[in-house]
């Protein structure tokens, strides 16, 4: 399952629990509506926190929606993470897009998650790393 809403500081994409292909495939028709109504700098904020991780064929669809927010110009990313075997998965997707402005910030350790992610997301502040 998952949420997807525009705010002012760019995307916010939440991920809960495991989601099917067919989710997959309507979240990506979504983030292209979403995508020719928004500045052409796009940042996220990706929500893995509640995420199962991803199955070979939900992992092949997410990679295809990663791949068109780098080719609409995706500026920088947040990703929220309490699974490390989950953000690994989407470290390995970013790193096959060669896209590496993206923090990752461990919520049990950050309990300033919120304004990190903010901070990064609008200026770019602070270190990619917030382990």
Not at 65 to 83: D, H, Q
Not at 89 to 110: A, G, L, P, V, W
Request: with cysteine.
């Amino acid at each position: 399952m998952y949420q997807l809403e525009l705010t002012p500081y760019g995307l916010t994409l939440k991920f809960s629990g495991a989601s099917s292909p067919l989710e997959f495939i309507e979240l990506q028709k979504k983030l292209m509506s979403i995508l020719t109504k928004i500045p052409l700098d796009p940042k996220i904020l990706i929500d893995i926190t509640e995420m199962k991780p991803l199955r070979r064929k939900e992992k092949l669809i997410y990679s295809e929606i990663f791949k068109t927010l780098v080719e609409n110009g995706l500026v920088r990313s947040c990703i929220l993470y309490r699974s490390s075997s989950v953000l690994l998965q989407m470290q390995n997707i970013s790193s096959q897009h060669d896209f590496f402005e993206e923090k990752y910030i461990n919520i049990k350790d950050h309990p300033n998650f919120k304004r990190l992610s903010r901070e990064w997301l609008v200026v770019g502040n602070g270190t990619k790393e917030q382990e």
